[in-house]
């Protein structure tokens, strides 16, 4: 059984451009959440996806933005890229508002 | 707003040995969730342990317990007969028992297990 996966492992952006993280769940999950953790901290919650519809969102811009799919895969999208969008971005997958199960995350580099 | 703190940057042990880290939270809610979770060099967030706030009992996971004191909203993790594989970052965490929207995380602690 397949855990949580991420595409890709790593990014190098430049400032100014988009980005599309991609995140398939674990079996039988059919909820995602997406986070983002910069170097030296705790990871922060951007959004959540369910039936293809945003659920909550924390405290990003509308720079960030994403998608479900019916297959309840998720995508990640940060428009204009700024130095500071450099982190290590997480995503979670869960059945509803059970236990989240982690991917290993897209490292981003923003130059 | 929920907020956790871990005050312990670095925590190093020796193996076989016993290290207690520690975590306090704010929150006004009375029904939640508390974490560890750790979080090795492949970056992956793997689920330590956890405890639900209306259980008095402290959670237990093989060599990995937890002291819960609701009262004072602290949380430490005890990791007993500690291996080379438990060095890793570890995070505490928090999120209200009806909601898996919004989990919010410590700024983590880093444990070294020294052979």
């Known amino acids: 059984d397949a855990g949580v996966t991420q595409s890709p492992t790593h990014l190098i952006k430049t400032r100014g451009q988009q980005v599309t993280l991609r995140c398939s769940p674990k079996?039988?999950?059919?909820?995602v959440s997406w986070y983002q953790q910069a170097l030296g901290q705790g990871p922060q919650f951007i959004f959540q996806?369910?039936?293809?519809?945003?659920?909550q969102r924390g405290n990003f811009p509308d720079r960030f933005s994403g998608h479900q799919f019916p297959n309840y895969s998720s995508e990640l999208n940060v428009n204009a890229l700024l130095l500071g969008d450099s982190a290590l971005y997480l995503c979670?997958?869960?059945?509803?508002?059970?236990?989240?199960?982690f991917g290993s995350g897209t490292q981003l580099s923003v130059l | 707003a929920q907020t956790v703190t871990q005050s312990q940057p670095e925590m190093s042990v020796q193996e076989a040995e016993t290290v207690t880290l520690s975590c306090t939270y704010d929150?006004?809610?009375?029904?939640?969730?508390l974490f560890w979770y750790k979080q090795p060099p492949s970056r992956q967030m793997i689920l330590v342990i956890r405890?639900?706030?209306?259980?008095?009992q402290n959670a237990t996971e093989n060599r990995f317990s937890v002291n819960f004191q609701k009262a004072a909203k602290s949380f430490s993790l005890k990791i007993s007969d500690s291996q080379l594989g438990d060095a890793a970052m570890y995070f505490c965490?928090?999120?209200?028992?009806?909601?898996?929207?919004?989990?919010?995380f410590g700024a983590g602690t880093r444990l070294t297990v020294k052979p």
């Open positions: 996806y369910y039936e293809e519809e945003e659920r």
């Open positions: 929150t006004s809610e009375s029904d939640y969730y």
């Open positions: 405890q639900e706030a209306y259980k008095q």
């Open positions: 965490a928090y999120r209200p028992q009806y909601n898996n929207n919004d989990m919010r």
């Open positions: 979670a997958s869960s059945r509803d508002r059970g236990q989240l199960f």
């Open positions: 079996s039988g999950h059919d909820t």
